[in-house]
């Protein structure tokens, strides 16, 4: 059963961080955005589950449990007799990701109803009499946009339509729903992380080309993500809902923009997505050989 262990814990989650950072950016950013965010969604489940199977394994080991159900506690461990560790390490490793996810959901859960705590109208956009400039996208169905008259007045009246397109483009996607997944996939394998950061900016570059596409020019959201950049210090939304991103991508941003690179075709996302299935997949056989052990073990008990 190593095999399992070693497979979808150890080495697909680091393998699915090389392939995003050789394949992502070749992708439009509306096709690598959901590829990427499901595709470490699946092999966080994955590495999950065989943590799961393992610490099963090491229950079953004990020999209190053997006597219970009757089966024979050597041959369970005989299984992974060469890696006496791993089954222990895996219910240590399953208790961190575990904890490590809850809070992100629990905090995710905070946010988001802090977020759409407001009664504005579905759709519509909030402009609240602030000179900090600050615009965000409030997740909802379909939710609305916020703006601050300090944003608004930074912004040439071009630009701020451009804006506007931007931060709707967001809840049109539902992107929230995207950084949310990516957010607890890297909680729950820290091999994740960089995958998780990198949904942020996906989400960011699909929302400027929708912006781009329904302003009718892309040089108008450049200038528009320039000139918010300029004029807002830090977001004002809470962390994982809003549309701005960190300050260090926005040269980035405007970068692809004005000088968009040759796209390899969207069939290339499925590369990242076979491999978090092959994972699952792999999980679903540690699963069952877990079950033939157990039922070795009955025999011989």
């Not at 222990?88 to 705590?117: E, F, G, K």
């Amino acid at each position: 059963m190593f095999d399992h262990f070693l497979v979808s814990v150890v080495v697909v989650p680091p393998v699915l961080l090389v392939l995003v950072r050789l394949l992502a950016d070749r992708l439009s950013p509306r096709v690598a955005a959901p590829v990427v965010a499901w595709s470490a969604a699946g092999a966080a489940v994955a590495s999950l589950i065989n943590l799961l199977v393992f610490a099963l394994k090491a229950v079953a080991e004990l020999p209190p449990v053997a006597r219970w159900f009757g089966w024979s506690v050597q041959l369970v461990v005989n299984d992974t007799a060469h890696y006496p560790w791993v089954s222990w390490t895996s219910v240590v490793l399953l208790t961190a990701a575990a904890v490590s996810t809850a809070v992100t959901w629990q905090r995710q859960r905070r946010l988001l109803a802090l977020a759409t705590a407001g009664t504005a109208e579905a759709g519509a956009l909030v402009v609240v009499p602030d000179p900090a400039p600050h615009a965000f996208a409030v997740p909802g169905r379909p939710g609305h946009v916020v703006v601050t008259t300090g944003m608004r007045d930074a912004l040439s009246p071009a630009q701020f339509v451009a804006l506007l397109a931007h931060e709707r483009a967001h809840l049109a996607a539902r992107h929230h729903r995207l950084i949310r997944v990516a957010e607890l996939a890297a909680a729950a394998h820290p091999a994740l992380w960089w995958v998780s950061r990198h949904v942020d900016y996906l989400v960011e570059r699909a929302a400027d080309e929708r912006a781009a596409t329904e302003v009718g020019s892309r040089r108008t959201v450049a200038q528009a993500i320039g000139a918010a950049a300029l004029a807002a210090a830090a977001p004002m939304a809470p962390a994982g809902l809003h549309a701005a991103a960190p300050g260090g991508v926005v040269p980035r941003r405007v970068a692809s923009l004005l000088n968009p690179r040759a796209r390899v075709a969207a069939v290339v996302g499925a590369v990242p997505v076979a491999l978090a299935l092959f994972s699952m997949v792999w999980t679903v056989e540690a699963a069952w050989d877990l079950g033939e052990l157990i039922t070795a073990a009955l025999g011989q008990g």
